[in-house]
């Protein structure tokens, strides 16, 4: 008997705890069995988060199976519809497996490493000339591993699919819009699995929100787009407030943003010293190395801050940042202030006092508690809105704002087939949080000295003073 | 403000753009700006996607929105900032790209149709075949945007115009 086309999908089966049963074809197991591919297996999908949630260890390689079983079910519904075909379906299926192939060791903390102004203000620079290239983004790392790296590109080849098409996708550069509009999802695919996942492995119950209800009532608008039938509504508020609750409680957690900053200002500091990739020319020549990239992954900046940790004389700053990491010393909270604020109330005046007068104040600071300026670790963490554009406009722009950004709030669509904005619906909890967001300032020091931290705090504590 | 909103700030008003968000024209125009002004070499960090109305960058929609926000609470940061010698030089060249603009096209048009064919020529895949001379680049265009189907002239003249500039031989503006 001929095989259909869900057994061609179904050539292995991998167990998923989030998801169960996860089907792919011959050629996507391929792909997974590659050398480019398993290099996910040690990318932890949290980062430091483990440091603090022991069994937050789960790899971007699941992360990436689970929000590639997502895709495909939305693709599934594409192909039903008859939007797409079956050669677009074995293409995007392609494009979501891979779409995250590309990601940094420790993944943003060192992808984003050139976008901090303050940090080379106040801790100088020793490099001369022209600016070095800023590290490219995982999406431009992804499209060169796929076309670039031999394992990868010869079994596309080899079944017909030219490397650059899924390149393109990937990056949201293909001349079809649909293709990136489905990659490049306005419902946040990624998030149904991170939410679950993450919750499932550091034991906070916050983001289990019904992810098999979710899915089942995805549906299409006329533009491609996804949207959720209305009767999944009380399931996506649920989502939506989940992200916010495990901002809270994990991915901005005290302890873990602590030792994510203390990575930060280490790398960069590493970097300034000679120990780490200089520029994205240099991130792009390992990409395309054979077997160097297979070592880009965090047990290659675990091992470079444990060298660091030895090789630094004693009392060097940097010295003391990598055995901080290397030996799970948490950076001390010596000024924090947070505020959920209204989109149409101005700043907290806390809030803009602290940040102001950290940025003016900070070096006197250090002086004054003899502590070193690279030992204060000032980032901040993201704001958190409940809908991306929210908490920045009022609900009647949000909804024209333009049809790519308006296309990234959740649509609900009802049975007549009325297409409307979750946080446009007056009876939603979404309506009313989507004008808020949650903003926080925070800083810390690195240093065992309970006499200096206590002079950093008072200093902290006049700077709040009005 | 973070780094990227205050470098776009600078930009914005180097280029004589205001930070005027309220209507959809208002805000392709940035778009279109900033993607035709990474052009002259000035890599701003902005990665572009093909979507319906062109070049699209999200990451600068949240910028241009957080950026109006700061300034609508007060924030000045950007003031104490200036361009560096080369990212000031290649800015000055931005505005040549978009020039010669011919009477009867509305200017977000204009913008829109030079920010799409040097993206469909250039960055976009279109098979692996693609020739993307203008024939192909325009099947491309009218494929994603038919709104521009009667108005194949006025993509010409946007053609040439990338041409006299040198954004066809090359994909970025030549070192002046």
Not at chain 1, 211 to 220: A, E
Not at chain 1, 387 to 400: I, Q, R, T, V
Request: with cysteine.
């Amino acid at each position: 008997m001929a095989k259909s086309k869900l057994d061609e999908y179904r050539f292995k089966v991998i167990t998923d705890p989030v998801h169960g049963d996860i089907g792919l074809s011959q050629l996507e197991v391929d792909l997974i069995d590659t050398q480019s591919f398993q290099r996910l297996r040690r990318l932890k999908q949290l980062g430091l988060a483990t440091l603090v949630y022991p069994s937050a260890s789960h790899s971007r390689f699941s992360h990436s199976l689970g929000v590639f079983h997502i895709m495909s079910r939305a693709i599934d519904l594409m192909v039903r519809r008859g939007k797409f075909t079956e050669g677009e379906r074995r293409l995007l299926r392609i494009a979501a497996l891979l779409h995250d192939i590309g990601h940094y060791p420790y993944s943003h903390l060192v992808e984003t490493l050139d976008r901090d102004p303050y940090r080379k203000a106040l801790l100088g620079s020793k490099r001369r000339g022209k600016p070095a290239r800023a590290y490219p983004d995982h999406e431009k790392l992804s499209a060169i591993i796929v076309v670039k790296r031999k394992d990868i590109s010869h079994i596309l080849n080899d079944a017909g699919i030219d490397p650059a098409d899924i390149a393109s996708i990937i990056r949201g550069q293909h001349s079809q819009p649909r293709y990136n509009q489905l990659i490049h999802s306005t419902l946040d695919l990624d998030r149904m699995d991170y939410l679950v996942r993450d919750a499932m492995a550091t034991g906070v119950p916050f983001g289990r929100i019904d992810l098999h209800y979710l899915l089942s009532n995805l549906d299409l608008d006329d533009d491609d787009n996804l949207v959720l039938h209305a009767k999944a509504e009380t399931a996506v508020e649920h989502f939506i407030v989940a992200r916010y609750f495990m901002s809270k409680a994990v991915y901005l957690h005290k302890t873990v943003f602590a030792f994510e900053t203390l990575m930060r200002q280490t790398l960069f500091m590493l970097r300034e010293n000679g120990k780490l990739w200089k520029s994205g020319t240099d991130i792009e020549k390992l990409v395309k190395h054979r077997t160097a990239f297979l070592g880009f992954h965090d047990g290659k900046i675990d091992s470079i801050v444990e060298e660091q940790a030895e090789a630094q004389p004693g009392p060097s700053a940097l010295g003391r940042l990598c055995r901080a990491l290397r030996d799970r010393k948490p950076p001390k909270l010596v000024g924090e202030v947070s505020s959920l604020t209204q989109k149409d109330g101005s700043r907290s005046e806390e809030l803009t006092r602290f940040v102001t007068r950290r940025r003016d104040q900070l070096k006197a600071a250090a002086k004054e508690c003899n502590i070193p300026i690279q030992c204060w670790l000032w980032e901040d963490p993201k704001d958190v809105a409940f809908e991306k554009f929210g908490p920045l406009m009022s609900m009647s722009e949000a909804a024209s704002v333009s049809p790519q950004a308006s296309a990234e709030l959740v649509h609900l669509v009802d049975k007549k087939g009325k297409k409307a904005p979750l946080m446009e619906k007056p009876s939603s909890i979404v309506h009313h949080l989507s004008r808020l967001k949650l903003q926080m300032a925070r800083l810390y020091v690195v240093e065992e000295d309970k006499g200096k931290i206590a002079k950093a705090e008072r200093a902290v504590k006049a700077w709040l003073k009005p | 403000m973070n780094a990227s909103q205050i470098v776009l700030k600078l930009v914005l008003d180097a280029i004589a753009q205001d930070l005027m968000l309220d209507t959809f024209e208002q805000r392709l125009m940035i778009q279109k700006k900033v993607y035709l002004t990474q052009l002259t070499g000035l890599d701003l960090a902005y990665r572009f996607g093909w979507y319906l109305h062109g070049p699209y960058s999200t990451e600068l929609t949240r910028d241009a929105f957080r950026l109006k926000e700061e300034m609508d609470l007060g924030e000045r940061d950007y003031e104490k900032e200036k361009l560096g010698p080369f990212a000031y030089k290649r800015v000055q060249q931005a505005s040549k790209i978009w020039a010669n603009k011919p009477d009867g096209i509305d200017e977000d048009d204009w913008l829109e149709l030079l920010a799409s064919l040097h993206y469909l020529k250039h960055i976009a895949y279109m098979g692996k075949d693609a020739s993307r001379e203008f024939d192909d680049v325009w099947k491309a265009l009218i494929d994603s945007k038919p709104r521009f189907t009667g108005r194949r002239s006025d993509a010409q003249t946007a053609w040439q115009q990338l041409d006299k500039v040198g954004l066809l031989k090359s994909k970025v503006l030549p070192a002046a």
